[in-house]
């Protein structure tokens, strides 16, 4: 069988016209924002909490579909920059109150789903990727959030048996295209897609 992996990177920062907390309630919404993302056309929650199975579908230079599937844990951190003389409290003892007075930026990740702990697969899709990103938002001033986007995917492709008589320079010219086409179209795309639902976004 052959396999064969490829890796794509991506950043960006953007203003959000909107105050923090509904910045990032907006976007703790996964399957909301991957709405957006032009090669996902399916994402389907898991029976685990925030755990997400994306359905990503692109097509090389001849218009040929190929599939990828990606297993998502999702996780938030809140980010606290404490006053000195509280420094060494226990985070557990401190009051919700306080963890809004003291909330400096909150952190959404998307990590792949751990191996011993993986869904069973659908019976068709072709390739498997997995997907790394932070999203720190923090707030700038009232009505004003900002948004680092860090993202790296790795693909991994595993090519069933139907698709072996296609030749293996012609699958890593697809895979190759796939990647450049999706990096540096689907974030952009993303993000001038949510724009919609708020006042403005603002690239830096």
């Given at each position: ?7 794509g ?7 959000f ?9 907006y ?31 692109v ?18 951190e809140?980010l ?11 985070p557990?003892e401190?009051s ?9 930026g ?8 751990a ?5 069973t697969?659908p ?10 990103a ?6 700038m001033?009232?009505?004003r959030t ?12 595993l090519?069933?048996?139907a698709?072996?008589i ?6 890593r ?5 796939g990647m ?5 179209t ?17 690239k830096?």
């Amino acid at each position: 069988m052959l396999e064969m992996t490829a890796t794509g990177k991506s950043k960006g920062q953007w203003v959000f016209y909107k105050d923090f907390d509904k910045t990032v309630d907006y976007l703790s919404d996964q399957p909301r924002i991957l709405a957006f993302n032009p090669f996902c056309h399916k994402i389907e929650a898991l029976d685990r909490d925030e755990a997400y199975r994306w359905h990503f579908r692109v097509t090389d230079p001849q218009n040929n579909p190929f599939d990828v599937i990606f297993n998502i844990q999702q996780e938030s951190e809140i980010l606290i920059d404490l006053p000195e003389e509280a420094a060494s409290m226990n985070p557990e003892e401190m009051s919700d109150e306080m963890i809004r007075q003291f909330t400096v930026g909150r952190k959404i990740i998307w990590r792949p789903l751990a191996e011993n702990k993986s869904f069973t697969m659908p019976e068709k899709y072709l390739f498997e990727g997995k997907v790394a990103a932070e999203m720190l938002i923090t707030p700038m001033q009232p009505e004003r959030t900002r948004v680092d986007f860090d993202l790296k995917v790795n693909v991994k492709f595993l090519l069933y048996p139907a698709f072996r008589i296609v030749p293996e320079k012609v699958v890593r010219t697809m895979v190759s295209t796939g990647m450049t086409v999706i990096m540096q179209t689907a974030t952009n795309h993303m993000f001038q897609k949510i724009s919609k639902d708020f006042c403005k976004i603002r690239k830096l």
